[in-house]
Nanobody
Framework: QVQPAESGGGVVQAGDSLTLSCSVS?????????VAWYRQAPGKEREVIGT????????RYADSRRGRFTIYRNYHENRAWLHMNGRKPGDTGIYYC?????????WGQGTQVTVSA
């Protein structure tokens, strides 16, 4: 059973940058996979940050996330990344990597990011 696995969370200071990583436990990313990053802030619903197609590397972002977030993938390392600039306390939450392969979706366990003022 494949499952996305996030890493890189922790406590950061407001204004700092942070990069999260997503790999696939039990397998690898393959050409038609769609990889997405989500965030769930305390007491709020999970929201999409953006997506990237594994094969072509095409990216799309939610309008509210554009500019401070960058999603990319390293084909040879078989990892997807979420880079975040200028963290704010409102960016605190659990960040999830999501993978869609054909009609099946897979969620990672999530990684906690806490931004201190």
């Amino acid at each position: 059973q494949v499952q996305p696995a996030e890493s890189g969370g922790g406590v950061v200071q407001a204004g700092d940058s942070l990069t999260l990583s997503c790999s696939v436990s039990g397998g690898t990313f393959v050409g038609d996979d769609m990889v997405a990053w989500y965030r769930q802030a305390p007491g709020k619903e999970r929201e999409v940050i953006g997506t990237i197609t594994w094969g072509a590397g095409s990216r799309r972002y939610a309008d509210s996330r554009r500019g401070r977030f960058t999603i990319y993938r390293n084909y040879h390392e078989n990892r997807a990344w979420l880079h975040m600039n200028g963290r704010k306390p409102g960016d605190t939450g659990i960040y999830y990597c999501h993978m869609q392969r054909e009609s099946v979706v897979y969620w990672g366990q999530g990684t906690q990011v806490t931004v201190s003022a």
